[in-house]
């Protein structure tokens, strides 16, 4: 089974909208971690904004917001006044503590293509 | 740029050549992580290390491939004998420390890899 799901391979949305960005997640750890980043043309990945499982509130980093629901594992990643810069992938990650590969590694979705439109 | 350095950026070689990729990471880091990355996907882990000691390899990770990272600092990645199937993006990263919720990865540009 697929421990990171991202539905939405591309997404086109007007400049000044806010666009979501959704994930789904599947592990059995109590402890975990998620991620989301940003890559865009360059290659480099960005990290963007981090939630812990036992974390209360959902995380902020300005634009940036993660809507998370821990009962139905999902992670969406909220971009608010979405920006041209924007338009990059998107990818969704989780770090397991007990039983993730590579311990503190992170497993990767396949990703969101978010194109951002004038 | 106090960053995470990759070399070279791209490498085009033909099948059955060996070639080998070179990550600097953030200096204070310790944890240094290497990741493929092929079109349309996600990044796939392949390996990591803490300091000099690699602690875990993907099944990724044939008999082909084999990374060191001697002094605990900068690391090399060696392909041997490479087949098309190799043809992706490396990527590497660095952190810092197991905490949970301040570990997050710090990535190079990558290294792309083309083998005709």
């Known amino acids: 089974a697929q421990k990171i799901t991202q539905t939405q391979p591309g997404m086109f949305v007007q400049e000044k909208e806010a666009v979501t960005l959704d994930c789904t997640y599947d592990?059995?750890?109590?402890?975990?971690?998620l991620f989301w980043y940003k890559q865009p043309s360059s290659g480099e990945m960005i990290f963007l904004i981090y939630?812990?499982?036992?974390?209360?509130q959902n995380a902020t980093e300005g634009r940036y917001s993660l809507n998370f629901q821990k009962a139905r594992k999902s992670a969406n990643l909220v971009i608010s006044a979405s920006q041209l810069g924007d338009s990059a992938m998107y990818f969704c990650?989780?770090?397991?503590?007990?039983?993730?590969?590579?311990?503190?590694?992170?497993?990767f979705g396949k990703g969101t293509h978010l194109i951002i439109q004038p | 740029d106090t960053g995470v350095s990759q070399n070279p950026r791209h490498k085009i070689t033909k099948r059955g050549q060996n070639v080998t990729f070179r990550c600097d990471p953030i200096?204070?880091?310790?944890?240094l992580y290497w990741y493929r990355q092929t079109l349309g996907q996600g990044p796939e882990f392949l390996t990591y290390?803490?300091?000099?000691?690699?602690?875990?390899k993907s099944r990724l990770l044939s008999d082909r491939f084999s990374a060191e990272r001697p002094k605990g600092s900068f690391s090399t990645l060696e392909i041997q004998r490479t087949e098309q199937g190799d043809s992706a993006m490396y990527l590497c990263?660095?952190?810092?420390?197991?905490?949970?919720?301040?570990?997050?990865?710090?990535f190079g540009e990558g290294s792309r890899l083309t083998v005709l």
């Open positions: 939630q812990g499982s036992y974390d209360q």
């Open positions: 290390f803490q300091n000099e000691a690699q602690l875990e």
């Open positions: 592990t059995s750890d109590p402890s975990y971690g």
């Open positions: 200096s204070e880091h310790n944890r």
């Open positions: 990263a660095s952190s810092l420390g197991v905490a949970l919720n301040t570990g997050e990865l710090f």
């Open positions: 990650a989780m770090r397991e503590v007990v039983s993730g590969g590579g311990a503190d590694g992170l497993t």
